[in-house]
């Protein structure tokens, strides 16, 4: 009783204090965390991986770092601060649900498969996005993957060699990063196949006009690719890759018509760039933007990152503004708005940061819509499937088994996950959600369709580590 | 564009009892449409757990307040276990229908006299069952609990999957010439001489015989024709776990707590029991609630300790159309002549029952099974009936 008496104590100086947790532990996440804990504020992150840093501010191995030296070292510095500042952190852990109250985040410690309750005062939603996959014919080779996972293994991990060539696919500016990257590495780039037509003349003169200083380098990037030789397309689409001996031949058409092309190499990235990692989101019923044409969630967002919620806040990637000078400046205003709202009121030099980084992230978020609009996707982007394509891995469903389905005039994806059991397997039709968005959209287009629904688990739990949480009392509200 | 139309009957509601319904009037040779709000199976037929119930139930869900009367629905049990056989036959489509046999467990000796109480009430109604100790029940499923002292086994207990059986009768009904509306909703419903005219958002559709299959909404479409009821609708959950190589051969539930727990024909665990979602957002999704899963899960833990390790893939809640009295609602309504209702408690184990009696009922055939008692009057306002057949609209 006595240490359940001094717990409560400790729980309602806590509440006192304003906890303020935060979910994710990239860019976003870590400037909101040091924006917070420099003022005193009790900040809790969590983050699913062994480290904090995210994707782009990832740590490398001990022995990496030992051999090759620190990778983004303003990561660390930031990684750094905020532990020294006193943030707790719950590392290896993540978000699979929502109390009743929505209160509390239902967290499972995957080192341990137990999971308890961490109640807020603020949330701070900063989960990230993920790469965009469209399925084509044999993609679960094991010579695809995504750029990021090119770019990771290249600079992060720097495993060596992880083949001599590479070609990448898929859409957006991270192409040209990770094409970049792979030459820095001496990986010879067979060709950056990108589905949109971006790179125009007319197009890239408003660029330079309005952000001189992001259209460089693009020019850095451009003028590398040029130097080694590397063919940039645009309108094409991969249908299909082969293995052939220790490489691949990807296949592609082009969306106006005219000859396949083949081309040979020996890895294939392909994203069609980034989806925000929405679900808690969703799960507190926050008002989303509009569907875009993968269905995914966008919140509605303000400056600082507050959402419809009361006390929720969703910055950087999940809140759809690309880039971490984006997510680093979201954290910071959003930690900085919290500030306000407990003190009351804003000092000087608090006023000046907030007001510095509005200004910047106006330049960014002004530069995040530009590049989705030079990216604009149509629904003629993703052809239709060969019905020998995989569509759900989890489940093993092949795009021939849409044929009937998706013909019907009502086959929304409810009706189609019913009718084929597409996307209720492990991932929850997180990987096949997205082309199955499109196809039912390519099909009935006056369909609005805004992605499968989320529920709890969002991801898999174990049950022992469920009932865990029937324990309730002030213990298990935080493990501080 | 108005579309008019006329059909013999209009059947409101393309869950499992339109379905069926449909089915059994098209075979018949009967001119049959069927409205929906939004598509086949969605709600309630979409989000159940798909078991056959045979052995007597003898559960509350969780928060319910009312027994129901299970003696009274054992003859009807067994008749709908004949018929499910028979839907099976019938449909060319795998519905997945599983005999799995079924164990209700008792973790008490008054739990246990309450099976054996149970016991006999089945043994008259001809249900067959056996009575097993709990090294008997062990050694027929050696992954219950320590915890569990008696139990009854039940050959006829199973499931079937929902996801097929609605689909299947409904596109078995279409090839026999049943016209379908779906995201169609009906606005008011009025009666003019001996014929019903549905006025939707699309049209307007006449017919002689009107059923209302429409689960919790039963008593919306009903105000349409002045007919008073009051549904108590509540939304319940059901989780799912990853799949596993086969373990649970049986549908398991408890004697006197909420639970129900098999694992389906993909492998899955299936885990329900009637525990309620947080609250019933009607049409839309109810949010699940944390308590009951936990409560849910530790419970099925405890007769099933195998269950602590399995990873659960997700949960979902679903509205159910019950009733104050927690009984079935079947039958003609009373001073409307022509509209027919089905609904309220077990409507999934029922499906074929209550399609093959409303056919009957509407050919003015004597029903296979006595239904007299479970008509919709017994909920009805006194006022309600006197104004059945009046359209406030029209």
Not at chain 1, 311 to 340: D, H, M, Q, T, Y
Not at chain 1, 441 to 468: A, L, N, Q, Y
Request: charged fraction near 20%; glycine fraction near 10%; charge should be neutral.
């Amino acid at each position: 009783m006595a240490s359940e008496s001094r717990l409560r104590g400790r729980y309602s100086e806590m509440k006192a204090t304003n906890h303020v947790v935060i979910v994710g532990g990239g860019p976003a996440g870590l400037a909101a965390a040091e924006t917070l804990a420099r003022s005193g504020v009790l900040v809790t992150i969590i983050d699913e991986n062994p480290d904090l840093g995210g994707q782009y501010y990832r740590r490398r191995t001990k022995g990496t770092t030992d051999q090759l030296g620190d990778y983004r070292i303003d990561g660390t510095h930031l990684i750094n601060s905020v532990k020294k500042l006193g943030c707790t952190v719950l590392t290896d852990s993540y978000v699979w649900g929502i109390s009743n109250d929505k209160h509390s985040l239902l967290v499972e410690n995957s080192l341990v498969g137990k999971s308890s309750r961490v109640s807020f005062d603020y949330l701070i939603v900063a989960s990230g996005g993920h790469e965009i996959h469209y399925p084509f014919s044999n993609w679960q080779s094991t010579k695809v993957m995504t750029p990021g996972m090119l770019s990771r293994l290249v600079t992060i991990d720097a495993i060596e060699p992880i083949g001599r060539r590479a070609i990448l696919v898929g859409s957006g500016p991270f192409l040209l990063a990770v094409a970049s990257h792979l030459i820095d590495s001496g990986v010879a780039v067979d060709g950056v196949f990108e589905v949109t037509r971006p790179y125009r003349v007319t197009k890239f003169s408003i660029f330079a006009l309005f952000f001189p200083g992001k259209c460089l380098l693009f020019l850095h990037y451009r003028f590398k690719l040029l130097k080694n030789g590397v063919k940039l397309a645009q309108g094409s689409r991969l249908r299909s890759v082969q293995d052939s001996g220790d490489g691949i031949i990807a296949t592609f058409d082009n969306k106006s018509g005219g000859e396949s092309v083949l081309v040979e190499s020996q890895l294939l990235g392909v994203g069609y760039g980034f989806r925000p990692n929405s679900e808690l989101l969703e799960a507190l019923n926050v008002t989303r933007e509009e569907p875009t044409i993968f269905g995914h969630f966008y919140p509605k967002v303000d400056r600082f990152g507050r959402t419809s919620q009361a006390n929720v806040f969703a910055v950087g990637e999940v809140s759809g503004i690309e880039g971490f000078k984006s997510a680093i400046f979201g954290g910071v205003l959003s930690g900085e708005r919290i500030l306000r709202d407990i003190k009351g009121s804003q000092g000087l030099k608090s006023a000046l940061i907030t007001w510095v980084h509005q200004l910047r992230s106006i330049y960014e978020e002004a530069f995040a819509k530009f590049l989705k609009k030079l990216y604009q996707f149509d629904l003629e982007d993703f052809p239709n499937l060969d019905s020998g394509v995989l569509l759900c891995r989890c489940e093993g469903i092949y795009a021939s088994e849409l044929d009937g389905v998706l013909s019907q005039s009502e086959s929304d994806m409810a009706y189609v996950k019913s009718e084929t059991r597409i996307g209720m397997g492990l991932c929850q039709g997180r990987m096949c959600g997205t082309a199955l968005n499109i196809l039912v959209k390519k099909k009935c287009p006056k369909f609005v369709s805004s992605g499968f629904s989320v529920r709890m688990p969002f991801r898999p739990v174990t049950i022992g580590s469920v009932i865990e949480l029937e324990s309730v009392g002030t213990r298990d509200d935080i493990d501080v | 564009m108005t579309l008019m139309s006329d059909s013999d009957v209009i059947i409101i509601g393309g869950g499992i009892l339109g379905a069926s319904l449909a089915f059994e009037l098209t075979k018949e040779s009967i001119r049959v449409q069927l409205i929906d709000r939004s598509s086949v199976g969605r709600e309630g037929s979409g989000a159940t757990a798909g078991n056959l119930h045979i052995q007597a139930v003898h559960t509350r869900r969780p928060g319910q307040v009312i027994a129901l009367d299970n003696v009274r629905l054992l003859p009807l049990q067994i008749a709908a276990s004949r018929l499910w056989d028979d839907a099976e036959q019938e449909l060319p489509e795998d519905i997945e229908l599983r005999r799995t046999g079924g164990l209700t467990v008792a973790e008490s000796e008054l739990q246990g006299e309450e099976i054996l109480l149970k016991r006999r009430h089945e043994i008259e109604a001809g249900i067959p069952g056996e009575i097993l100790s709990s090294d008997e029940a062990r050694r027929l499923l050696p992954e219950l609990g320590d915890s569990v002292q008696l139990a009854e086994y039940c050959p006829l207990d199973g499931y079937v999957n929902p996801l097929k059986v609605t689909p299947a009768w409904m596109r078995a009904a279409i090839r026999q010439g049943l016209t379908l509306r779906t995201h169609d909703e009906v606005l008011n419903i009025s009666k003019v001489s001996s014929s019903w005219i549905v006025k939707t958002k699309n049209g307007q559709f006449t017919c002689s015989k009107l059923v209302i299959v429409a689960g919790p909404w039963m008593d919306d479409i009903l105000s349409m024709v002045g007919v008073s009821i009051r549904m108590n609708p509540v939304a319940i959950q059901m989780h799912l776990t990853e799949r596993l190589a086969p373990r649970l051969p049986f549908l398991v539930q408890h004697i006197a707590e909420g639970m129900s727990i098999k694992q389906v024909s993909a492998g899955q665990i299936m885990i329900g029991g009637g525990w309620p979602a947080q609250y019933l957002a009607l049409g839309e999704t109810s949010d699940i609630s944390v308590e009951s899963m936990t409560g849910n899960l530790s419970q099925a833990v405890r007769i099933l300790p195998f269950l602590q390790k399995v990873r659960l893939l997700r949960s979902w809640s679903g509205a159910l159309g019950a009733t104050a009295d927690e009984m079935p609602i079947i039958g003609e309504v009373p001073g409307a002549e022509g509209l027919f209702v089905a609904g309220g408690t077990y409507a999934f184990t029922f499906a074929p029952l209550w399609a093959k009696t409303l056919l009957n009922l509407i050919l003015k055939r004597v029903p296979a099974v006595d239904v007299s008692d479970l008509g919709i009057g017994r909920l009805m306002n006194a006022s309600g009936s006197q104004r059945a057949g009046d359209n406030r609209n029209g």
